[in-house]
């Protein structure tokens, strides 16, 4: 079965939820990891964890979500929805250096104090990075998140950014943009399937029109098709080696998963 390490399936409609896991299932995504991207998101991703056996949570505050710093309060509650059973990762937390971003100086703030929960909590951190390779990278070390593992979300950088996460110990994550971005096919196709995930990022899509264009995770194995192909694989090696270094990520966390595939 498939993965699907990074999702917002929180922000659906709640009755969709059964249809959205049923899709999956028929798809060979047997878990699915939902991330917050503020508070009050989190606490929605920790329901559906708790309603639903093959959904697991991220907690986190996204970096675009920030309106100041964290306060000691919202830290709080963090701390103590991570320490949660079914969470299994610190995310969605993380650098945006988009011109419209929140304060570089308050998103770094908020990332090293989120990085500080994840490791009271031992989790590992799947992380944002938008325009911010190189800050990123700086934190990553100084915090030296190599001690907690994690990955790199929604990658579409270079093939030297690429090698410097997994320095830093993290997985590749990859999503649809690699269905459409030959640069990031030449990245993919050199890199090791060893440090490699898969993830949809999916979240509700009405801009696309039709419902059934929406990106679920069922679209997991539409990205393992693609990955298998670029490196003249078969895609059941693909979802073999992609999960197995899902649960080499999750640590302590990975038996809970593992027995829900
Ligand atoms: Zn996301």
């Given amino acids: 079965m498939f993965v699907d390490l990074h999702t917002h399936i ?139 593992g994690g990955a790199a979300h929604y990658f579409q950088g270079s093939h030297e950014e690429a090698a410097a996460v997994i320095d830093m110990g993290c997985y590749i994550s990859l999503a649809k943009p690699l269905l459409r971005l030959p640069e990031l096919q030449d990245v993919a196709r050199k890199m090791p399937l060893q440090w490699i995930v898969l993830e949809t990022d999916c979240y509700p899509q009405p801009f696309k029109g039709k419902r059934a264009k929406w990106t ?10 693609k990955l298998a192909e670029l490196k003249g694989l078969d895609i059941a090696e693909v979802m073999e080696t992609t999960t197995a270094n899902v649960l080499a990520m999750l640590g302590h966390k990975a038996g809970l998963v593992s027995a829900v595939l």
Wanted: proline share 5%; with cysteine.
């Fill in 10 to 148: 929180d922000q659906y409609d709640p009755d969709e939820l059964p249809g959205i896991l049923e899709r999956a299932l028929n798809a060979k995504v047997g878990a699915i990891i939902a991330a917050g991207v503020t508070v009050e998101s989190t606490r929605r991703c920790l329901e559906l964890a708790d309603e639903y056996d093959n959904v697991f949570a991220g907690v986190g505050v996204h970096p675009s979500d920030l309106t100041g710093d964290l306060d000691n309060a919202a830290l709080d509650q963090l701390r103590r929805m991570a320490a949660e059973q079914q969470v299994v990762v610190m995310s969605e937390v993380g650098l945006d250096h988009q011109d419209h971003s929140p304060d570089r100086a308050v998103q770094e703030r908020a990332f090293r104090a989120q990085l500080g929960i994840a490791r009271e909590a031992g989790l590992p951190v799947v992380f944002h990075m938008r325009f911010a390779t190189g800050d990123m990278l700086r934190v990553l070390g100084e915090e030296r998140v190599s001690d907690l």
């Fill in 216 to 225: 679920e995770p069922k679209d997991v194995p539409v990205v393992a098709a």
